[in-house]
Nanobody, 122 residues
Framework: QVHLVESGGDLVQPGGSLRLSCAAS????????IGWFRQAPGKEREGVSC????????YYADSVKGRFTISRDNAKNMVYLQMNSLKPEDTAVYYC???????????????WGQGTRVTVSS
């Protein structure tokens, strides 16, 4: 059974950095694409970034391009989201998800973590 646990969320000042982690268990991470999504208060969940299972290709929402970096360590069953130059509008609960890449891009992955809260505020 696919099990995903996010961590690393915190309160950070604008311009600061955070690294989110997603620990995967119950499945072989190599076989899945992984994505990060977020949901801000009062807004719909949106895709932030995803990374393919095959060649490690990465994709980013325009709002985070150049500031966020997704990476994966299949040997450790971990996926990361490095977030730099954080803005108040990045405030949200961040979720990792696993599935085929097209499902992640469509926003309909089959497996989700429980989320970790990021608050960007002075």
């Amino acid at each position: 059974q696919v099990h995903l646990v996010e961590s690393g969320g915190d309160l950070v000042q604008p311009g600061g950095s955070l690294r989110l982690s997603c620990a995967a268990s119950g499945f072989i991470l190599d076989y899945y694409a992984i994505g990060w999504f977020r949901q801000a208060p009062g807004k719909e969940r949106e895709g932030v970034s995803c990374i393919s299972r095959s060649d490690g290709s990465t994709y980013y929402a325009d709002s985070v391009k150049g500031r966020f970096t997704i990476s994966r360590d299949n040997a450790k069953n971990m996926v990361y989201l490095q977030m730099n130059s954080l803005k108040p509008e990045d405030t949200a609960v961040y979720y990792c998800a696993a599935d085929r890449l097209h499902s992640l891009v469509a926003g309909t992955p089959g497996s989700w973590g429980q989320g970790t809260r990021v608050t960007v505020s002075s």
